[in-house]
């Protein structure tokens, strides 16, 4: 499938419904089965996300449990071990595993990390970011190019965290917009990685949004961080371990006023909290996403006049 656009507008057209999501946890399974599901329910476009990995079994309750809440709910499909920047030699094994997940049960969405994490075969359970040269681009365009022909769908890819600042031939967002672009895959904007890279590297947060085109733009993730234990605010860390900070509540609304209406999934990953706090905060999520589509709506008329 190398340079093929393969569903070019599929993943903007696919999660157009979805509002607020949230990640999937085995530990809230009775509260989500318990929630109201038919409209006018205000849980009516929640949507949940799992790392696909987590489900490469071949049975049992953790299958059962994923398929009970498909029954009522979209589901997205976000992998963390793909590798798509780097040693592609085991993807097809890797993508027959996603596509048999795919095929039973039809996730809205499906994407993966901009990054690398094996090499020589070795996997290092990280998900460390390219050095944005022409030759990195072309093996993650491979990588894309891999992941999409053996599952048979387009993805997202998602923009990574940045700990440290390194020479490249171009920036992130030209680096991932053109990877996009050539693969025909969408992105993936995570606004919590955003914000880190942009306290860690001294990028800018905005200027970065600016220069995504908005029809890329399938899906956004916000999350919580944490100051590293040493180094505090000088260095924070990805760690899906708190709450959503407000800096990033910012960068989200700024973010859906460049693009859109867009599916927003709010993870988290440790420090698990009751399943109603998780939903109050993918409410603030949604609360983003209806004002969004509240101004669309006001300005509508004028556009119609203006033109």
């Given at each position: 499938?190398?340079?093929?656009?393969?569903?070019?507008?599929?993943?903007?057209?696919a999660g157009?419904?979805?509002g607020?999501?949230?990640?999937?946890k085995?530990?809230?399974?009775?509260?989500?089965?318990?929630l109201p599901?038919?409209?006018?329910?205000?849980h009516?476009?929640?949507?949940?996300?799992?790392?696909?990995?987590?489900?490469?079994?071949?049975?049992?309750?953790?299958?059962?449990?994923?398929?009970?809440?498909?029954?009522?709910?979209?589901?997205?499909?976000?992998?963390?071990?793909?590798?798509?920047?780097?040693?592609?030699?085991?993807?097809?094994?890797h993508?027959?595993?996603?596509?048999?997940?795919?095929?039973?049960?039809q996730?809205t969405?499906?994407?993966e990390?901009a990054?690398?994490?094996k090499?020589e075969?070795?996997?290092?359970?990280?998900?460390?970011?390219?050095?944005r040269?022409?030759?990195?681009?072309?093996?993650l365009?491979?990588?894309?190019?891999?992941?999409?022909?053996?599952?048979?769908?387009?993805?997202?890819i998602?923009?990574?965290?940045?700990?440290?600042?390194?020479?490249?031939?171009?920036?992130?967002?030209?680096?991932?917009?053109?990877?996009?672009?050539?693969?025909?895959?969408?992105?993936?904007?995570?606004?919590?990685?955003?914000?880190?890279?942009?306290?860690?590297t001294g990028i800018?947060?905005?200027?970065?949004?600016?220069?995504?085109?908005?029809?890329l733009?399938?899906?956004?993730?916000?999350?919580?961080h944490?100051?590293?234990?040493a180094l505090?605010?000088s260095?924070?860390?990805?760690?899906?371990?708190?709450?959503v900070?407000?800096?990033?509540?910012?960068l989200?609304e700024?973010?859906?006023?460049?693009?859109?209406?867009?599916?927003?999934?709010?993870?988290?990953?440790?420090?698990?909290?009751?399943?109603?706090?998780?939903?109050?905060?993918?409410?603030?999520?949604q609360d983003?996403?209806?004002?969004?589509?509240?101004?669309?709506?006001?300005?509508?008329?004028?556009?119609?006049?203006?033109?």
């Amino acid at each position: 499938m190398k340079g093929n656009k393969l569903c070019s507008p599929q993943h903007i057209v696919a999660g157009e419904e979805l509002g607020a999501g949230l990640s999937l946890k085995p530990e809230h399974l009775d509260d989500i089965l318990t929630l109201p599901v038919k409209k006018p329910s205000s849980h009516h476009n929640l949507w949940f996300e799992v790392h696909t990995e987590n489900y490469f079994v071949a049975g049992g309750p953790r299958l059962n449990y994923l398929r009970a809440v498909r029954e009522n709910y979209n589901l997205s499909f976000h992998g963390v071990g793909g590798s798509l920047g780097s040693d592609h030699q085991a993807m097809s094994a890797h993508t027959k595993r996603v596509k048999a997940l795919i095929d039973e049960f039809q996730p809205t969405l499906v994407s993966e990390h901009a990054v690398w994490s094996k090499s020589e075969g070795k996997y290092f359970a990280d998900l460390m970011p390219l050095p944005r040269t022409q030759d990195a681009l072309q093996s993650l365009i491979n990588g894309i190019d891999c992941y999409q022909s053996g599952i048979g769908r387009s993805i997202l890819i998602e923009n990574p965290s940045n700990y440290l600042d390194f020479i490249s031939d171009m920036d992130e967002p030209q680096f991932l917009v053109e990877a996009a672009k050539r693969s025909g895959c969408g992105l993936l904007i995570d606004i919590n990685n955003l914000y880190i890279s942009s306290k860690n590297t001294g990028i800018d947060a905005l200027n970065y949004l600016t220069q995504i085109p908005a029809d890329l733009v399938g899906e956004i993730h916000i999350a919580g961080h944490d100051p590293d234990p040493a180094l505090g605010q000088s260095l924070l860390i990805d760690s899906h371990a708190a709450a959503v900070a407000p800096p990033v509540w910012m960068l989200l609304e700024q973010a859906l006023a460049l693009f859109g209406h867009r599916p927003v999934l709010v993870e988290r990953d440790a420090n698990i909290p009751a399943f109603d706090e998780l939903m109050s905060e993918r409410q603030t999520a949604q609360d983003y996403l209806n004002q969004c589509e509240l101004k669309k709506s006001l300005n509508a008329p004028y556009k119609e006049l203006v033109r």
